[in-house]
């Protein structure tokens, strides 16, 4: 079993930062692409940002430059740096992980953390 352990989320006004770290725990031989995945209410689960083992990442138009993921493959964790916060980046963040075990590939989400951004 994995699993993973998000943190970081908290209140701030707009215009500001927080930083999330997700931690992956369990038995696996590696982690394969790190994701974040945000839903607000009433919305959707959305991609927010990607990352490869390889370091390659990708992000939803509406963080682009203001959000930077990375990942920390010694210590099996995925971050999300988040500056220039606005009240619409308001929702619980989700990390998603693919480990491998192996034989296979599994899919493991964390519980999620809630950011929100109010003045």
């Known amino acids: 079993q994995v699993q993973l352990v998000e943190s970081g989320g908290g209140s701030v006004q707009p215009g500001g930062s927080l930083r999330l770290s997700c931690v992956a725990s369990?038995?696996?031989?590696?982690?394969?692409?790190m994701d974040w995945y945000r839903q607000a209410p009433g919305k959707e689960r959305e991609l927010v940002a990607g990352?490869?083992?390889?370091?390659?990442?990708n992000y939803a138009n509406s963080v682009k430059d203001r959000f930077t993921i990375s990942r920390d493959d010694a210590k099996n964790t995925a971050y999300l740096q988040m500056n220039s916060l606005k009240p619409e980046d308001t929702a619980v963040y989700y990390c998603?992980?693919?480990?491998?075990?192996?034989?296979?590939?599994?899919?493991?989400w964390g519980p999620g953390t809630q950011v929100t951004v109010s003045s």
């Open positions: 998603r992980m693919v480990v491998n075990t192996g034989a296979n590939s599994e899919e493991y």
């Open positions: 369990g038995s696996f031989t590696s982690i394969n692409v």
């Open positions: 990352i490869t083992p390889g370091g390659r990442t």
